[in-house]
């Protein structure tokens, strides 16, 4: 089935009691049974719930997954993801992710005995350095947030089976639409479903998918102990936006590159990162493993002053300064004091996080309107 018939139909049927097209939203905590431990397939919704359950239907079919978990946040599947090691394990992960990740690996795991390397695996081999006999994870984000560097999936892949390592891939940024980290060999793909899956702005959840059933009943053993569920409504909305996540990803994919491309010629822009540009260290790789570029743009300021980033970005009227990215609606932001606070400045900076790097998500409105906005705010620096 085609990506574009499978956000619509992948994993989903009628509602085998009233044939509502739409699944329901079973708004209910609790299932009547008809004798003690006989019931309808539901007993409680910590559990199970079925429309929880046709979101993690339909996440495996967009995944080409086997397995559909989803959570109360991309955090809440990454906190369930990491609760499978014990002490005295490590992890590897690229140094360029995003705060909440690296303060979750190292204000909540570190002080458990979970160690954690971070390295610039733009060239997969820098990995081999690092990985040893407690290695048990490697942790990728493609495209990386916020510098949008581009990790080789496949070869890391390669490298984490010889040392039998579990390889996770963030694919919030990419979105199934434009790639597949289970077919590149991930054995789990992890989203924040808050962004470009539920695309409205109006929800937080998580997600994650694999295809192997051991690794899916050990996820969801964990996820049904600790309960940070996706609950019925969030669920619904999430399915109703991955309905519509090919038509707006070709938009936002649109967008994205006339933002980059008027960027990149702007005098007052220094650097823009893209990875649809030919000079961008690892385009060959995106090209190879991505559909297209998305709708993600990150750009400095000739001159790195965090004063004329705070103008440019408190003058901005159609991109709106915001948390979170991959709604229709085109957002801002500044990395090093929102998004990636939790990083320290020294860290920040090693990976290019300075105070005049702008983060755009770029939406589905027209691009004139976009450009001319950036047009505006930067005339007043």
């Known amino acids: 089935m085609d990506f574009n018939t499978k956000v619509i139909h992948g994993g989903q049927e009628p509602d085998p009691s009233t044939g509502a097209i739409m699944t329901p939203i079973y708004q209910t905590s609790t299932f009547a049974q008809s004798s003690p431990g006989i019931d309808k397939g539901y007993e409680y919704s910590r559990t199970a719930n079925p429309t929880r359950t046709a979101l993690e239907n339909s996440l495996a079919s967009i995944e080409n997954g086997n397995y559909g978990l989803a959570f109360a946040s991309g955090v809440a599947a990454i906190d369930a993801v990491l609760k499978m090691l014990n002490p005295g394990d490590e992890v590897i992960s690229t140094n360029d992710l995003?705060?909440?990740?690296?303060?979750?690996?190292?204000?909540?795991?570190?002080?458990?005995?979970?160690?954690?390397?971070?390295?610039?695996?733009?060239?997969?081999?820098?990995?081999?350095?690092?990985?040893?006999?407690?290695?048990?994870?490697?942790?990728?984000?493609?495209?990386?947030?916020?510098?949008?560097?581009?990790?080789?999936i496949e070869k890391v892949s390669e490298i984490a089976k010889n040392h039998d390592s579990l390889l996770i891939v963030d694919n919030t940024f990419a979105t199934p639409y434009l790639q597949n980290p289970l077919d590149l060999g991930a054995d789990i793909v992890m989203h924040s479903a808050t962004k470009y899956l539920g695309g409205h702005s109006d929800l937080v959840a998580g997600a994650l998918v694999v295809k192997n059933k051991n690794l899916a009943d050990e996820l969801y053993f964990i996820q049904n102990s600790t309960g940070a569920i996706c609950g019925p409504m969030d669920s619904f909305l999430v399915l109703r936006g991955i309905k519509t996540l090919h038509l707006r990803m070709q938009r936002h994919c649109e967008n994205g590159r006339a933002i980059a491309e008027f960027l990149s010629s702007h005098p007052k822009?220094?650097?823009?990162?893209?990875?649809?540009?030919?000079?961008?260290?690892?385009?060959?790789?995106?090209?190879?493993?991505?559909?297209?570029?998305?709708?993600?743009?990150?750009?400095?300021?000739?001159?790195?002053?965090?004063?004329?980033?705070?103008?440019?970005?408190?003058?901005?009227?159609?991109?709106?300064?915001?948390?979170?990215?991959?709604?229709v609606e085109s957002l801002s932001g500044h990395p090093a004091s929102m998004s990636h606070g939790a990083i320290p400045k020294k860290e920040r900076e090693k990976i290019g996080i300075i105070d005049s790097l702008i983060r755009l998500s770029v939406g589905v409105e027209s691009k004139k309107d976009l450009i001319k906005d950036l047009e505006k705010a930067l005339k007043l620096i």
């Open 269 to 327: 822009v220094d650097n823009v990162y893209w990875p649809g540009f030919k000079t961008h260290p690892n385009h060959n790789i995106a090209v190879k493993q991505m559909k297209n570029f998305g709708g993600m743009v990150s750009f400095t300021l000739k001159d790195n002053n965090y004063k004329k980033a705070v103008k440019v970005l408190e003058n901005l009227r159609i991109f709106t300064l915001a948390e979170s990215l991959g709604g």
């Open 98 to 152: 995003y705060g909440g990740t690296f303060r979750l690996f190292t204000k909540i795991f570190q002080k458990y005995g979970i160690k954690f390397h971070f390295v610039g695996m733009g060239k997969p081999d820098k990995i081999k350095e690092f990985i040893n006999k407690h290695t048990k994870m490697i942790w990728v984000e493609t495209p990386t947030n916020p510098m949008l560097n581009i990790i080789d």
